[in-house]
């Protein structure tokens, strides 16, 4: 049922949002889609640029956060959001005009898909090559199954990007505060209760990436911080009660392993394709040849630690010929 209010509403949370915030506002009041009202949520600023976004549309509403933070500034900005459709937007990136029609038409199409991100281009005076390599990753998953059998390597969802019904919100409930990613710690509760996610094709976000975004100054985006989480739903729904091994028994892996064990995790062995590691023991644990996978104990999950260049690619190869289920029998991990 549509309710009384537009047809979307999109939450941009702001703390000083500078010379950006004037470029974002307008382009998601230029947007074709025009049923539409934007919430600019004000986290306590001071630099003025929020003030002079006053009277400038009628579908703009500007809003103080009653609360601290990105993540009190968000669960504000949906609480209020009158939309049948909530979208979320940035205070510093940029929208494609056609960003949120064409989200709107891919979930009417494509039913089964709940959550609809974007794919973006990383721009600004922080994009580097780790940028660039993030990029083609994020972009080469829009289908349901991709982005789910790697949600467990990094946030498959460009956060600024996302666009969902009210309902499922209201299944969602609420962005939660913890010492960690607001945004990834959404996704897993999202996946855990079943919800599919999607992209449609083409660049509809241009992605700001400067050296004052909050994922380059909060610890609370910190790599241990993303591991943590992801252990905690690895264990609590995606495979509880099964055993692991890891593929990779290189720095990464290790850390995994830590802290797997930290969260009560049974790891019975290692494998990999280094010579020197092979027939050694790792954290206490065996390090195996490759080919003792098709032969591990029933029910033991291998978790694939490995991140180097192409590896996801030949080591899915390899497992699909030895009969080996994604998201079933292994997962990737990094």
């Given at each position: 049922?549509?309710?009384?209010?537009?047809?979307?509403?999109?939450?941009?949370?702001?703390?000083?949002?500078?010379?950006?915030?004037?470029?974002?506002?307008?382009?998601?009041?230029?947007?074709?889609?025009?049923?539409?009202?934007?919430?600019?949520?004000?986290?306590?600023?001071?630099?003025?640029?929020?003030?002079?976004?006053?009277?400038?549309?009628?579908?703009?509403?500007?809003?103080?956060s009653p609360g601290c933070g990105i993540v009190a500034a968000l669960n504000h900005g949906f609480a209020q959001a009158r939309g049948e459709f909530l979208a979320r937007m940035d205070a510093d990136d940029v929208a494609h005009p056609q960003r949120?029609?064409?989200?709107?038409?891919?979930?009417?199409?494509?039913?089964?898909?709940?959550?609809?991100?974007?794919?973006?281009?990383?721009?600004?005076?922080?994009?580097?090559?780790?940028?660039?390599?993030?990029?083609?990753?994020?972009?080469?998953?829009?289908?349901?199954?991709?982005?789910?059998?790697?949600?467990?390597v990094e946030s498959p969802l460009p956060h600024p990007t996302i666009l969902l019904h009210r309902s499922i919100w209201q299944r969602l409930g609420r962005y939660q505060i913890f010492d960690g990613p607001e945004d990834y710690g959404l996704w897993?509760?999202?996946?855990?209760?079943?919800?599919?996610?999607?992209?449609?094709?083409?660049?509809?976000?241009?992605?700001?990436?400067?050296?004052?975004?909050?994922?380059?100054?909060?610890?609370?985006?910190?790599?241990?911080?993303?591991?943590?989480?992801?252990?905690?739903?690895?264990?609590?729904?995606?495979?509880?009660?099964?055993?692991?091994?890891?593929?990779?028994?290189?720095?990464?892996?290790?850390?995994?392993?830590?802290?797997?064990?930290?969260?009560?995790?049974?790891?019975?062995?290692?494998?990999?394709?280094?010579?020197?590691?092979?027939?050694?023991?790792?954290?206490?644990?065996?390090?195996?040849?490759?080919?003792?996978?098709?032969?591990?104990?029933?029910?033991?999950?291998?978790?694939?630690?490995?991140?180097?260049?192409?590896?996801?690619?030949?080591?899915?190869?390899?497992?699909?010929?030895?009969?080996?289920?994604?998201?079933?029998?292994?997962?990737?991990?990094?």
């Amino acid at each position: 049922m549509k309710t009384e209010g537009p047809l979307l509403s999109v939450i941009m949370p702001v703390r000083n949002g500078g010379r950006w915030l004037a470029e974002a506002v307008d382009s998601i009041l230029a947007q074709d889609c025009q049923d539409l009202e934007l919430l600019v949520i004000d986290d306590h600023s001071d630099d003025g640029a929020v003030h002079a976004m006053l009277g400038r549309d009628r579908r703009l509403r500007v809003l103080s956060s009653p609360g601290c933070g990105i993540v009190a500034a968000l669960n504000h900005g949906f609480a209020q959001a009158r939309g049948e459709f909530l979208a979320r937007m940035d205070a510093d990136d940029v929208a494609h005009p056609q960003r949120l029609s064409r989200q709107l038409s891919h979930l009417r199409r494509h039913p089964g898909v709940d959550i609809c991100a974007t794919q973006v281009r990383i721009d600004g005076p922080a994009a580097s090559g780790g940028a660039r390599r993030y990029e083609a990753w994020l972009n080469a998953l829009t289908e349901p199954k991709a982005i789910a059998n790697e949600l467990f390597v990094e946030s498959p969802l460009p956060h600024p990007t996302i666009l969902l019904h009210r309902s499922i919100w209201q299944r969602l409930g609420r962005y939660q505060i913890f010492d960690g990613p607001e945004d990834y710690g959404l996704w897993l509760h999202a996946a855990s209760l079943g919800l599919r996610f999607g992209k449609p094709q083409g660049v509809l976000l241009h992605w700001r990436d400067h050296h004052d975004r909050l994922t380059r100054t909060d610890a609370r985006y910190a790599d241990t911080r993303f591991l943590q989480l992801k252990v905690r739903h690895l264990l609590s729904w995606r495979f509880p009660d099964r055993p692991f091994w890891i593929w990779g028994a290189g720095p990464s892996g290790a850390v995994l392993f830590d802290a797997l064990t930290v969260a009560g995790a049974t790891v019975q062995a290692f494998v990999d394709l280094h010579p020197r590691r092979i027939g050694g023991r790792k954290r206490g644990r065996p390090v195996l040849p490759l080919q003792a996978v098709t032969d591990r104990p029933s029910g033991a999950v291998v978790l694939v630690a490995v991140g180097s260049a192409g590896a996801r690619e030949e080591i899915r190869s390899w497992c699909e010929t030895h009969d080996m289920a994604e998201g079933i029998d292994y997962l990737f991990t990094a």
